[in-house]
């Protein structure tokens, strides 16, 4: 499953998830299908269980909290009643995320990226994503190093100070990425950059 | 904010999902126009920014944390569709990597955080800051734009998820999105103002040069009627922002049409009276009223409003004459 092309997988996660947003209230025995088949799907795909269920749990609140606020005001109320309704949605979202999940499990970031290309994003969104997740990592560890140093300093303030501290630090990472953005666009000039990304396929 | 899968109607991800592809294109052609092939360093990056941003907590209260949304800030450093896209990018990694906002609700997410988010905050900040001018125009109007923004996002995330409902189901989720919100909205306000105060104390070149940092190169004959389209959509986005909060007192009125109804006898057959007596007519749970939640809603909003007058004012004190001067001198006895 990992090898299939990507762009099968993402087809094919879109149509899943349309087809469960789109399974009217209380169809439970098509719920119940498209389970079988994700848990089929989980199961080939070799993703661990144990960490679907602590992602899901972790999301389980929200969503239950969205259900209760949202389903008092479908039509679908009167027909199937309360219980019916929130049920229902938070089983179709615990389906569709989980799908999500399976799908970043089994293909990587480019992989996708080059699926969504050919199928036809624009390229430069595509270029911006797959240059994004790289310096997602980058910044991160910047950030993680300028409050590490911030921590060496041993400071410990008000409430109103670290709001200071904390912003002048989102500060001083805009000025760095302005700057890194910069730097690393010279250096794709340099190598030939002419706004489009070429892959070797 | 994020909104999940199967929360809203299909109808409304549909309808949601062209108007996002739609604005994310033309947001798309307008960067790619004026960056040229500097378009994927730059929104690459300032795309990572937001993301680790978004990560750094800030504490609210004992157990409770806020972090920056962002669009807003990105919107008076690149211009508001170079935002747009940056917080696109943003939605789009965040629900296929770590399944946080659905895909069926992204066109929806977009729509709440990148259009509203951007491109109207910045259709406030540009008219403000033009009418207070300088480092102090910028600071204050940037606040006011985030502070209005997440309102706005939060009525329009509102009318989404409560569009298969009645009215008076929008105006139930309206109160309690719209006062977690103003809570939300005043910490990406004060944020959005701090950042924005370190950006301006330290490289001001980087804003001040051109509200657009050079995105925006002012083509001839394009000026006038573009400000009057900003100053007219920022002016919309302010007064639906009030209307946000106060609409919930508003909702009094379909009630007040029914009772007189009622009164005159027109509506008589519209409440059936059940054959068996309701258990405990009166009994309601302990939570707080929905009337208690509009009225929290309208004076947090008011609060709201004049803190953030305040803070920015505050903040902004640097940028005047004798602020500065004070700021300097401070500078130096350091």
């Not at chain 1, 119940?32 to 088949?37: I, N, R, T």
């Not at chain 1, 999301?59 to 389903?71: Q, T």
């Not at chain 1, 624009?122 to 790289?134: H, I």
Request: hydrophobic share 55%; with cysteine.
């Amino acid at each position: 499953m990992h090898r299939l092309d990507a762009r099968y997988k993402l087809l094919f996660t879109l149509a899943f998830v349309i087809a469960v947003v789109a399974t009217p209230i209380g169809q439970w025995r098509v719920l119940g299908s498209l389970g079988l088949l994700l848990a089929l799907l989980v199961g080939i795909s070799g993703a661990s269980v144990r960490s679907l269920v602590l992602r899901w749990a972790g999301f389980a609140l929200v969503i239950g909290f969205l259900a209760v606020m949202v389903a008092p005001g479908l039509p679908a109320r009167a027909s199937h009643g309360l219980v019916t309704v929130i049920l229902s949605i938070v089983v179709k979202n615990s389906l569709a995320f989980l799908m999500m999940l399976v799908l970043a499990t089994v293909s990587s970031w480019l992989d996708l990226l080059q699926a969504m290309r050919r199928l036809g994003v624009p390229r430069v969104l595509v270029a911006t994503l797959q240059f994004m997740e790289r310096y997602i990592h980058v910044l991160g560890e910047e950030l993680a190093r300028m409050s590490q140093a911030r921590r060496a300093r041993s400071f410990q303030g008000g409430s109103i100070l670290s709001w200071r501290l904390l912003t002048g630090m989102l500060g001083m990472l805009l000025l760095r990425s302005f700057e890194r953005a910069e730097r690393v666009h010279s250096a794709m000039l340099a190598r030939g950059w002419d706004g489009t990304i070429h892959n070797l396929d | 904010m994020h909104i999940p899968d199967a929360v809203l109607d299909p109808r409304v991800a549909a309808l949601t999902g062209v108007m996002g592809a739609a604005g994310l294109f033309y947001g798309l052609k307008s960067v790619e126009g004026r960056l040229k092939e500097r378009t994927t360093s730059l929104m690459g990056m300032m795309s990572a920014f937001i993301f680790a941003a978004q990560m750094v907590n800030f504490p609210v209260g004992p157990g409770v944390s806020g972090h920056l949304l962002g669009g807003v800030l990105v919107a008076v450093m690149l211009g508001p569709w170079a935002g747009a896209v940056v917080i696109a990018a943003v939605l789009i990694v965040q629900c296929f990597l770590f399944g946080d906002g659905g895909l069926t609700a992204l066109g929806a997410n977009f729509v709440n955080m990148g259009l509203i988010g951007s491109v109207v905050g910045y259709a406030i900040y540009a008219p403000i800051r033009r009418w207070i001018g300088g480092h102090r125009g910028i600071l204050i109007a940037a606040m006011i734009a985030a502070w209005f923004t997440v309102l706005l996002a939060a009525g329009a995330c509102a009318a989404e998820l409560s569009a298969a409902g009645s009215h008076r189901d929008f105006f139930r989720i309206l109160s309690w999105m719209a006062l977690v919100h103003a809570v939300i909205g005043l910490g990406e306000a004060i944020i959005t103002g701090l950042v924005v105060r370190f950006i301006l104390l330290t490289r001001p070149e980087l804003i001040e040069q051109d509200p657009t940092w050079g995105l925006e190169s002012p083509v001839p004959g394009s000026g006038p009627p573009r400000r009057w389209l900003a100053t007219i959509l920022g002016g919309l986005g302010v007064a639906l922002a009030v209307v946000v909060f106060l609409s919930p007192l508003a909702s009094e009125l379909p009630d007040g049409l029914e009772f007189v109804g009622q009164r005159i006898g027109f509506l008589a057959d519209e409440s059936p009276s059940s054959p068996i007596p309701a258990p405990m007519p009166d009994y309601q749970l302990p939570l707080p009223s929905l009337e208690h939640v509009k009225a929290a809603t309208a004076v947090a909003g008011l609060v709201g409003t004049l803190v953030v007058f305040a803070v920015s004012w505050g903040l902004a004190r640097v940028f005047s004459g004798a602020g500065h001067r004070s700021e300097r001198a401070s500078a130096d006895a350091a």
